[in-house]
Structures are given as C-alpha cells and as structure tokens.
C-alpha cells in the first residue's frame, strides 16, 4: 500500500509503516520522527503557517481509521513505537487500561511514582491484620502510612491486582 493524505493539511502523506512523506517543497522527502518525553514518536509538520509536533500514532489512525470521539489508540503490543497500521486500533479508556496491565507498562503498585508502598509490604501488612496481630492504627505507624491507608489495603480498595 502506498502513502495517503494525512487529514490536516495539504502536503503531508503517510504510509501503513508510519513513514510520514512531505511534498512541499522542490523535493519529496521522508520526515525525521522523534522521541517525546512521554516515549511516543513524534513529527513536526507546519499546519497552516505553524510548527507542531504531532504524535505518530495519531497521525496513523486519523488517517487510516478517521476520527473517532471519546476513544484511545490502542498499541496492541504494548510498543509505543511500534506504530504500524496492525498494530493500531482505537479502543475505551478500559480496553486501552488493560492493554497496560496486560503488556506489563501499567503504572499500578509499587511502579506508580507515588507509591510509598511495594507489593511484599502489602502482603505483609494484610497477613499481620488477619491473624490479629496488629490493628490499622499499629500497622500505620510501623509502615508509616495512613490509618486510612492500612484500610483500604485491608479492604482492597487499592492494590486490588495482589
């Protein structure tokens, strides 16, 4: 399959491998993608007299799929730079979510950023409550968390996956 147009102005193409084309100019050429901070690939084109940085994967299934409100592209194999028309496909915030949790890249647990606790520790603290050892207001202060924190641990309201 060759390059089509990309929805957003004239001049740019894109192909089911997300070579992205320009045809402005004197010479058609193939557009340089980077790396953004969130690990996307991204492109600069100029729409309308202004430079922006597009995210690839975007740019692929506007093309391909059309615009489609309220849902997620989907990277079926977990690879954000695997931006290939197979492995694209729009999807809930759910579907996309368990994608994560799937692949492995999901940011719950101990891998989320604000995370005071890991997963050992939380097995611990729910072991010491069911065998009656501790209350929440002792395992709070022995793992310097929250009364409420120990609760909803205990509950599973959090860290429900273990």
């Given at each position: ?11 740019y ?6 070579q992205?084309?320009?045809k ?26 202004k ?5 690839v ?59 005071l ?17 501790y ?6 202060k ?15 309201k959090t860290?429900?996956?273990?």
């Amino acid at each position: 399959m060759g390059y089509i147009k990309i929805p957003l102005g004239n001049g740019y193409y894109i192909n089911e491998n997300a070579q992205i084309l320009s045809k402005k100019g004197k010479k058609d050429r193939v557009m340089k993608q980077h790396i953004r901070g969130h690990g996307y690939s991204c492109v600069s084109l100029t729409i309308d007299g202004k430079t922006k940085n597009f995210n690839v994967h975007k740019l692929m299934a506007l093309s391909f799929f059309g615009e489609t409100k309220g849902l997620e592209i989907r990277h079926l194999d977990g690879n954000r730079l695997n931006n290939n028309l197979s492995n694209l496909k729009y999807g809930t915030v759910s579907e996309n979510q368990m994608d994560r949790v799937l692949h492995g890249t999901s940011n719950r647990g101990s891998s989320h950023g604000m995370s005071l606790l890991n997963e050992k520790v939380v097995l611990e603290i729910r072991e010491k409550y069911v065998f009656g050892k501790y209350g929440y207001k002792r395992l709070a202060k022995d793992f310097n968390v929250s009364p409420s924190t120990i609760q909803d641990i205990i509950e599973r309201k959090t860290w429900k996956h273990i």
